[in-house]
């Protein structure tokens, strides 16, 4: 016997093992892709075992490999995807409000947004009354720019 027919299957369980070892030890950084390749090696490796022989190994391993890239990966992929949630003032941003004490380019002035009034900074001259939405937020002044449909809550 050859040593690939002995110790092949031995190699993969081997490559397998330090590939989902590797992904663990890294934090996670491939979102999981080589702790499942890893995985389809180790179970290339104990599918090609009882046969001794190389060519049950390669082809399990390439089967599994390519079933996970084809199908599995999308939903992996989902599963560890990080959701991006508006939280706290982020959450205001795009927000329509109203102007409740004019605001000029030197000096900030007061808006309404969703019941609550906030310090309010713009590039441009706005009036008392105007409606403004929310651009950015910066410490707890919102800045805001002309919009159409204030709120004004």
Not at 84 to 98: F, L, M, Y
Not at 103 to 117: A, F, L, Q, T
Not at 125 to 153: C, L, M, P, W, Y
């Amino acid at each position: 016997m050859e040593f690939a027919d002995q110790w092949l299957w031995l190699i993969f369980i081997a490559i397998g093992l330090l590939l989902a070892t590797l992904e663990l030890l890294g934090g996670v950084v491939t979102e999981l892709d080589m702790v499942f390749v890893g995985s389809a090696f180790g179970l290339g490796g104990l599918i090609g075992w009882p046969f001794g022989s190389w060519p049950p190994v390669v082809v399990a391993t390439g089967i599994i490999c390519l079933a996970y890239v084809a199908v599995g990966r999308r939903y992996v992929k989902r599963w560890v995807q990080v959701r991006e949630t508006k939280t706290n003032v982020d959450a205001i941003v795009g927000s329509q409000g109203i102007v409740l004490a004019s605001i000029s380019r030197s000096e900030p002035g007061r808006v309404r947004i969703g019941g609550h009034e906030w310090r309010a900074t713009a590039d441009e001259d706005i009036e008392e009354g105007a409606e403004v939405v929310v651009t950015a937020v910066r410490g707890v002044t919102v800045v805001v720019n002309r919009g159409e449909g204030g709120n004004g809550e």
